[in-house]
């Protein structure tokens, strides 16, 4: 079974950058896609971006091209989000999980992260 562990989250101004980490532990971590959501309060989980075992393939959510870059380093067992160009609507807590296959439906995730807060103040 394996662990996902999410880092990096913060508060910052609008206009700011973060990047998140998640670190996977135990040995299932291959070959696994492995997608970003976030939540925010009162709204349901909602995909951000995922990317391919291989780290060839990426999605990402509209609201977030151009701004957010997904990448992994398989060797460190650790996918990373770098995020640009914050904005207030960015805050919510991002989890990452994984999945057999590329996609951005919540229910084809599984060991899910405990989550990082995010906050953009404006």
């Known amino acids: 079974q394996v662990q996902l562990v999410e880092s990096g989250g913060g508060s910052v101004q609008a206009g700011g950058s973060l990047r998140l980490s998640c670190a996977a532990s135990?040995?299932?971590?291959?070959?696994?896609?492995v997608g970003w959501f976030r939540q925010a309060p009162g709204k349901e989980r909602e995909f951000v971006s995922s990317?391919?075992?291989?780290?060839?393939?990426?999605y990402y959510a509209d609201s977030v091209k151009g701004r957010f870059t997904i990448s992994r380093d398989n060797a460190k067992k650790t996918v990373y989000l770098q995020m640009n160009s914050l904005k207030p609507e960015d805050t919510a807590v991002f989890y990452c999980?994984?999945?057999?296959?590329?996609?951005?439906?919540?229910?084809?995730?599984?060991?899910w992260g405990q989550g990082t807060q995010v906050t953009v103040s404006s």
């Open positions: 135990g040995r299932s971590f291959r070959p696994y896609a």
């Open positions: 990317i391919s075992w291989t780290g060839d393939t990426t």
């Open positions: 999980a994984r999945a057999t296959a590329l996609s951005s439906r919540v229910h084809d995730y599984d060991s």
